[in-house]
């Protein structure tokens, strides 16, 4: 079976070529909402931003460099699509906190619904302990562990060292593994 030539996709992309970017879509649109889906744990919202992340795609490909590989590249929208959409909504979140001082309170049937989906979901301790790391170590962790990647092409991908990759990856697992043993010491 012949890999994939990302690289001659993403230029004719760069010119308009529609057709091009169906096969881009059908190559790599699964990949990608298997990661979203993954970080957000809603289908529906993981669907909106993985065509957000196309469309992306579509207006940047002239921004990729078709030298290096496509796979961190993409990685790197990816990851930088899901912190952006995050701190989108911890805004929101916040202007939710300030109705709630004015007297507004989300309906008792809407909190427990979603406790409900919550409690139902098998990766919400996962999704917890993903909660306390910074932006740029869950990236990597996403990167390294879910997508697969290696060291060298998650630097590639980030524009960073591979000892500064390493450095992100050791502090994410301490965290994680500090938060678990307090966790099981009821700390």
Known sequence: MQEFDAASFMKRIA????DAFRCLYDEFGAYVFKIVAMQLHNNSKAEELT??????????A????????FKPWLSRVVSNE???????????TESIEELAETGY??????DSYRDRQLSDDISYELQN?????????????????YEGLKIREIADGLGIGESAVKARLYTALETLS???????NGL
């Open 15 to 18: 010119k308009g070529d529609e």
């Open 51 to 60: 065509q957000d992340i196309f469309l992306k795609i579509w207006r940047f």
């Open 62 to 69: 002239s921004k990729y460099d078709p030298s290096r590989p």
């Open 82 to 92: 899901i912190i952006s959409y995050r701190r989108a909504q911890e805004e929101r």
């Open 105 to 110: 309170t989300p309906a008792e049937e809407m």
């Open 129 to 145: 302990a993903m909660g306390i790391l910074t932006d740029n170590q869950r990236q990597v962790v996403v990167m390294k562990y």
């Open 178 to 184: 500090t938060t678990a043993q307090r966790g099981k």
